[in-house]
T-cell receptor, first 110, second 118 residues
Framework: SQQGEEDPQALSIQEGENATMNCSYK?????LQWYRQNSGRGLVHLIL?????REKHSGRLRVTLDTSKKSSSLLITASRAADTASYFCAPNSGYSTLTFGKGTMLLVSP | GAVVSQHPSWVICKSGTSVKIECRSL??????MFWYRQFPKQSLMLMAT?????????EQGVEKDKFLINHASLTLSTLTVTSAHPEDSSFYIC??????????????FGPGTRLLVL
């Protein structure tokens, strides 16, 4: 399995603003997944985008995938304080295991 | 659907004792379960992958005799930390996947178990 690298490491915004975080990976993938982890809790699966998809939406989340650049982005629109969490991407090359990077810590201030 | 529970959520034990952590898939059958460990302000590190009815596959550097994994049924996997030491204090998270090894897509994560070894 390969590890995604999230950028930035930390992001601080005000409620109502949009938050964008990026993920880069090294080898070809079957799909890429984004997860959220609230402090001291397990991960929550947010969205999966397949290698033949370029964009996917889920509520206030928008994920893009550029396989030519081996990168993905997660956009959270109209952020809320409850969105404060760490966000991880997991590029999946078809193996059973997922490897997580250090994530992006998002802080949304009221 | 796809809820994974862990028990206990918190455990404090003395050095040298063994601790068992349970991971259950509540509303689906989990062919594959994964155990992760997360130290403060660090990412999750995969410890091992277990398939129901077979031996777990451990990641490099993880002692299989210290971290015993049993995946006895399609809804339950247990992780036993044997002879725990303070350096084993960590946040242990399990996840479960419906499918078998290759091409499984989504893992569902438990809420984690925080272990503190005194």
């Amino acid at each position: 399995s390969q590890q995604g690298e999230e950028d930035p490491q930390a992001l601080s915004i005000q409620e109502g603003e949009n938050a964008t975080m990026n993920c880069s990976y090294k080898t070809s993938i079957n799909n890429l997944q984004w997860y959220r982890q609230n402090s001291g809790r397990g991960l929550v699966h947010l969205i999966l985008i397949r290698s033949n998809e370029r964009e996917k939406h889920s509520g206030r989340l928008r994920v893009t995938l550029d396989t030519s650049k081996k990168s993905s982005s997660l956009l959270i629109t109209a952020s809320r304080a409850a969105d404060t969490a760490s966000y991880f991407c997991a590029p999946n090359s078809g193996y059973s295991t997922l490897t997580f990077g250090k994530g992006t810590m998002l802080l949304v201030s009221p | 659907g796809a809820v994974v529970s862990q028990h206990p959520s918190w455990v404090i034990c003395k050095s040298g004792t063994s601790v068992k952590i349970e991971c259950r898939s509540l509303d689906f059958q989990a062919t594959t379960m994964f155990w992760y460990r997360q130290f403060p302000k660090q990412s999750l590190m995969l410890m091992a992958t277990s398939n129901e009815g077979s031996k777990a596959t451990y990641e490099q550097g993880v002692e299989k005799d210290k971290f015993l994994i049993n995946h006895a049924s399609l809804t339950l996997s247990t992780l036993t930390v044997t002879s725990a030491h303070p350096e084993d204090s960590s946040f242990y998270i399990c996840s479960a996947a419906r499918g078998p090894s290759v091409n499984q897509e989504t893992q569902y994560f438990g809420p984690g178990t925080r272990l503190l070894v005194l």
